[in-house]
């Protein structure tokens, strides 16, 4: 009987939990809309936009089971001061925490706004890029540094895709610009998964988390939403400060050294 009910149970919680994700999902989409129709500035409606993914972030957080944990609350950024926020990248549930402790406008490819995704990502005011287009680089840096301005955060995933956990990928400095023309402080950050199911995180459970490579999506949110729990931390470091005499190149190595320093591979 015993083993009947576990075989259910396998299969109930990622079906439920689908579910859970299409609800919170169509929820924010129709909320989004109506921020969107009374907020004609556009940087008024970004701010907006910012909040309303950060309230949804934790309720699909929550919902997951999934803990964030801020490593050291006394260093919370300051409400009233709004950085450039540079982390390492794992997985879309880096998105989910990090806007559940630091409501943010984070930075994506052009490729995600072509996919299911891109509407999402748009609905909580993304700002997309096209990383291999040198002749759209300038404009976009323009875009994100009068976001930044504007008196929002601004979050962006300098390795430009995700790992596999076992280190932190080396960093594109292009978009580090806007911080520079905005005179904008850069805020590093780093996520660390530290236990899934109770247990320490490891390589046979990571494919569970992480997301990268050639992954197909739906069978890795499957895998995601089997899990019972997971333990998320995020440690916010030194902010790295910016002036018209800082160098991209001097900034992502820096900042590139304090997160790998921080980050804490997946065991074998």
């Known amino acids: 009987?015993?083993?009947h009910l576990n075989y259910a149970a396998t299969w109930l919680r990622p079906i439920i939990r689908i579910l859970f994700i299409i609800l919170v999902l169509s929820t924010y989409m129709i909320t989004a809309k109506i921020v969107g129709l009374f907020s004609r500035e556009p940087g008024v409606r970004r701010s907006r936009l910012i909040h309303v993914t950060a309230f949804f972030s934790r309720w699909m957080l929550q919902g997951l089971r999934m803990t964030v944990t801020l490593e050291n609350p006394e260093r919370r950024p300051d409400a009233q001061k709004n950085y450039m926020i540079v982390s390492n990248h794992l997985s879309y549930v880096d998105i989910w925490a990090i806007s559940s402790i630091i409501p943010s406008c984070f930075v994506t490819s052009v490729e995600l706004q072509k996919t299911f995704l891109g509407p999402i990502?748009?609905?909580?005011?993304?700002?997309f890029v096209e990383r291999r287009s040198p002749s759209r680089l300038l404009q976009e840096i323009k875009e994100a540094a009068t976001t930044l301005r504007k008196g929002s955060?601004?979050?962006?995933?300098?390795?430009?895709?995700?790992s596999n956990g076992e280190q932190v990928l080396p960093f594109r400095r292009g978009l580090l610009e806007a911080a520079l023309h905005a005179q904008m402080n850069i805020l590093p950050i780093v996520i660390n998964y530290d236990?899934?199911?109770?247990?320490s995180l490891n390589r046979e459970v990571r494919d569970s988390i992480f997301y990268y490579g050639d992954m197909e999506f739906v069978a890795h949110l499957w895998r995601l939403c089997s899990l019972e729990s997971l333990s998320i931390r995020v440690k916010v470091l030194d902010e790295l400060p910016v002036d018209n005499s800082s160098c991209t190149r001097t900034i992502a190595r820096t900042v590139h050294e304090k997160i790998s320093a921080n980050f804490h591979p997946v065991a074998a």
């Open 153 to 162: 955060n601004v979050t962006v995933f300098p390795e430009a895709t995700t």
């Open 1 to 3: 009987m015993s083993v």
């Open 121 to 127: 990502a748009a609905a909580g005011g993304s700002l």
């Open 195 to 199: 236990a899934a199911n109770g247990e």
